[in-house]
């Protein structure tokens, strides 16, 4: 057995109104000098504003706002950080600006803070990346944040939708498991039981909490954005994405190259995880009703996607990382199979 380096947070803390204790944060985490703070247009102005002036109270800062989550941008802003004499970094926006942060930090060698403006997916902790680079995304190792401050009143004002896709996302994570899990039988390929067990518990927090999640309680959404953070730390733990990614992911990622970004991230999964989990012969009617509780799209015309694209999608999800063994390489999937797989499950009608 290979040895694994885990990168964790340090500090998570989770609440009303806590991005007010960002300093006391920094300084808990020994974080001085001149800080980078990367948002985006819209981010910015919900709360990374907000942030600028707190930090400027014991910070020099500077601040940058990302227009895109590519690897081109990564290359711009670590220029920012050696030209400017950047101490570390705080990311506040949604999981494009978070995603951009990761690779910087690692790249930079600088330490970052994550501070999220919406619990839209799993991205919040975790340590990978996914970004666009030459047309397409490709999903990179990247550093875990040093600390996460997720604001609950800033989350609760982003659109229901978002929170919506993240409880997607999290609830994809039992067909990841199962993917792994899979090819560890067939291929022999190293698990880690824990992070399987911790990627388990996230979705199961979700899934016994759906009748809740609408009224948008701040517990409920508390406990969203910990099953977030939670997913985040199993990836972390099993340095790869492997008990966070499994088929429904190709899927969404084929969905992407088909359909051009239909939905999003997490709304995506979760559809995946429906069609994933009847491959599976598992309980993918439990994975439907949860995300139509919780308000989640679970067929095609909900993400303004075609019958035919949802079934090519089906077909040649296989091929995207084409190295990591899943459900969909265990059970080829032709046209025909793939449309009744698709009618049988509500995905398409």
Excluded at 281 to 308: C, F, M, R, S, Y
């Amino acid at each position: 057995m290979q040895s694994k380096f885990m990168q964790l947070p340090r500090t998570v803390l989770v609440g009303k109104n806590v991005i007010k204790k960002s300093n006391d944060v920094c300084s808990d985490l020994n974080l001085k000098g001149r800080v980078l703070i990367v948002s985006g247009p819209t981010t910015y102005k919900i709360a990374g504003d907000k942030l600028c002036n707190i930090l400027d109270k014991e910070h020099d800062t500077e601040i940058i706002i990302a227009n895109e989550g590519s690897i081109k941008e990564v290359e711009n802003i670590k220029k920012i950080v050696f030209n400017k004499n950047v101490a570390f970094i705080a990311a506040i926006g949604g999981g494009r600006v978070i995603d951009i942060a990761k690779l910087v930090s690692k790249e930079t060698g600088r330490d970052f803070l994550s501070i999220p403006t919406a619990a839209s997916h799993d991205g919040i902790a975790s340590s990978r990346s996914s970004l666009k680079h030459k047309g397409t995304t490709v999903s990179i190792s990247a550093k875990a944040p040093l600390g996460v401050i997720a604001d609950i009143k800033i989350i609760k004002r982003a659109p229901y939708r978002l929170i919506a896709s993240g409880c997607g996302d999290i609830i994809s994570k039992f067909t990841a498991v199962k993917d792994w899990q899979l090819s560890n039988q067939v291929n022999g390929e190293e698990i880690s039981e824990y992070a399987c067990a911790l990627s388990l518990m996230t979705a199961k927090m979700v899934m016994d909490d759906r009748y809740k999640i609408k009224n948008l309680s701040e517990k409920s959404v508390r406990n969203v954005v910990k099953a977030l953070i939670s997913s985040g730390v199993a990836m972390s733990i099993a340095n790869s994405s492997r008990p966070g990614s499994g088929s429904e992911h190709k899927f969404s990622h084929a969905l992407n190259e088909i359909a051009l970004y239909p939905g999003l991230h997490g709304e995506q999964c979760g559809i995946g995880s429906i069609l994933m989990m009847y491959l599976h012969k598992g309980g993918w009617e439990d994975i439907k009703d949860a995300l139509k509780e919780i308000g989640a799209p679970t067929t095609a015309e909900e993400i303004g996607v075609k019958n035919e694209q949802i079934i090519e999608t089906m077909t040649k999800a296989c091929k995207i990382r084409s190295n990591r063994y899943t459900i969909l390489d265990e059970i080829r999937l032709n046209k025909r199979k793939a449309e009744s797989i698709a009618k049988i499950t509500g995905v398409i009608d």
